[in-house]
DNA sequence: CTGCTAATTGAAAAACTTTTTCAATAAGGA
DNA sequence: TCCTTATTGAAAAAGTTTTTCAATTAGCAG
């Protein structure tokens, strides 16, 4: 089920707004900021309140077709999710987000933090950082020369 | 070595600021907010300008003496932190913050998500939530009732 | 112990981010 | 095509973080 057909089935309207933001979150490879949002629609000449990128974003998050991204500062911004539970790898240097599955990997670490705590996990907040292969090229390139 | 070494050592002064809020995180169990630590400082009669607290927690954070920890809405706070490099599981409900040791547990996981994507991993964030004893006991007696 | 100097703090303001409010607009069913 | 109600726009409020610069103070020298 795509995501019109899941705002539609929730009872929510497929406005110019919303549209235009997925769009933009569909073609992006970095998560954005909702300044950001604001600004490249802007510059494809459509005029977005910041305020209605605001509700939108919340929207999508809340209906889990866009999560929250962190960039390596660990400032906040939004990327299209494709799956349920996911987690992101995060270029240090130029931003690009993938996803990537499985926390089945991390049960074990789980497991072993519930035994030595005693605490009852029951979510978890995981990214990694580092270079994409396009990055680490790049700063191939500057150390030969 | 301790906080006050570290900081002489590294040519910070010992100022009274600095004293008042590890003074106040050495007592928490839980990760607080700039505003939460200007709050309390002031109910214990110690006026101590928003500003500073920023920048004192900015600088305890540069040299490690404290680290951000998420609390469940993801909003930052600041925790002390003992060893290095480290970790923490939040409790959902009282917010109460633990760190936990082992990056050694995500390297498989990182190891396949290397040879997945073709990133190069280079750091991580990883946080888990969940309930910590007391709380999952306060829930048992909820349903018992 | 006293004075000096540079690091540090305070206060005000600026810059930014996010939320709230309410009237105007528009999506989509009748 | 009309109606109803969800949604958006605009302004303002609320909240957070940073910047600036003068006043203060920690810690060393004497």
Redesign the interface.
Known sequence: MDWKAILSQKGYRLSEPRKRIMELLEKAEVALSPQQIHQELQQKAYELGLVSVYRTLDLLTRLELVS?V?D?Q?N?GYRLSTTGHHHH?V??ECHKA?E?S?SD??N???Q???A??????????????????DC?QQNNKGKEI
Chains 1, 2 share one sequence.
């Not at 030595?116 to 994409?132: A, I, Y």
Request: net charge negative; charged share 20%.
């Open positions: 929250v962190y390596p660990l906040p790898i270029c240090q993938l990537f499985g990997d991390i074990e670490l789980v072993r933090v519930e030595e705590t005693s605490f009852q996990v029951r979510d978890h907040l995981l990214q990694l950082f580092g270079l994409c292969p680490q």
